[in-house]
């Protein structure tokens, strides 16, 4: 196994196509992609960061998809979160079995009150299926798969204050797990409430106790993915602490 060295690179989060260039400072191993240090990408400016990669490694890759690095470099989870943005556009291609299973495992150990693990989410894949989602939303994006986040009424947490139940946080914190696995993968997702709930009912035939809360398109972003306006227009820390 070849030795493992410290190096410097620069690497540039591209949000629209999910890719990293890294580039070797001091030999110059790699053709740069660019030279301006100055060049901001939608998430802001070029980050610098020491990581490990064995020369040959340097010499073989190139340019690298985030996910096939994880053994060379490991985003924070802050850092992961930044870089995340809805995807509103994505490529017709698969996503990999193995893949799709891993989402749907953080979805699985997610978090929910009282463990009672009310979660229950349908897999939508197929065309047909795929189909009966965009006549309950506008917001598919063209993505190959779609996972419907529910929770079962009978199955929730009730709060005995007021008899409010849990379903909805439990369907959230389990959405938001698939979301960044989806993220750590490299995969896109865009969390979307903006469905109607009737047709969903009547079009997968939903039980009862069963109550939709989001559909989560999944796939790889197409290359002309972006953030939306805005999307890093986020507010300062002391505007939404509560000093009451």
Not at 9 to 26: E, T, V
Not at 47 to 75: A, D, N, Q
Not at 123 to 144: H, M, N, Q, S, Y
Not at 202 to 210: D, K, T
């Amino acid at each position: 196994m070849a030795a493992i060295h410290p190096v410097i690179y620069c690497y540039l989060i591209a949000q629209q196509n999910h890719f990293l260039n890294l580039r070797q400072f001091d030999r110059c191993i790699i053709p740069p992609f660019h030279t301006d240090a100055s060049r901001r990408f939608h998430h802001g400016p070029v980050k610098f960061r020491t990581v490990y990669m064995p020369v040959h490694e340097i010499k073989r890759r190139g340019v690298v998809e985030i996910s096939k690095i994880r053994e060379v470099l490991t985003l924070t989870f802050l850092e992961l979160a930044r870089i995340r943005y809805s995807v509103r556009s994505y490529k017709p291609q698969p996503i990999e079995p193995d893949k799709l299973a891993q989402v749907l495992e953080a979805g699985r150990i997610a978090p929910t009150a009282c463990n009672n693990q009310p979660q229950r989410i349908k897999v939508i894949t197929d065309p047909t299926d795929l189909a009966k989602v965009d006549e309950c939303t506008p917001c598919r994006f063209g993505a190959p798969t779609v996972l419907l986040v529910c929770y079962d009424k009978n199955v929730c947490w009730k709060r005995h204050f007021d008899g409010a139940n849990s379903g909805e946080v439990d369907a959230s914190i389990v959405t938001t797990h698939l979301m960044m696995a989806a993220q750590d993968l490299g995969l896109g997702t865009c969390w979307v409430m903006h469905f109607d709930p009737a047709r969903t009912y009547g079009l997968f035939a939903l039980p009862e106790n069963i109550v939709p809360v989001a559909f989560l398109p999944i796939g790889y972003p197409a290359d002309n993915a972006s953030p939306a306006p805005g999307h890093m227009q986020k507010a300062a820390l002391d505007e939404i602490l509560l000093k009451c």
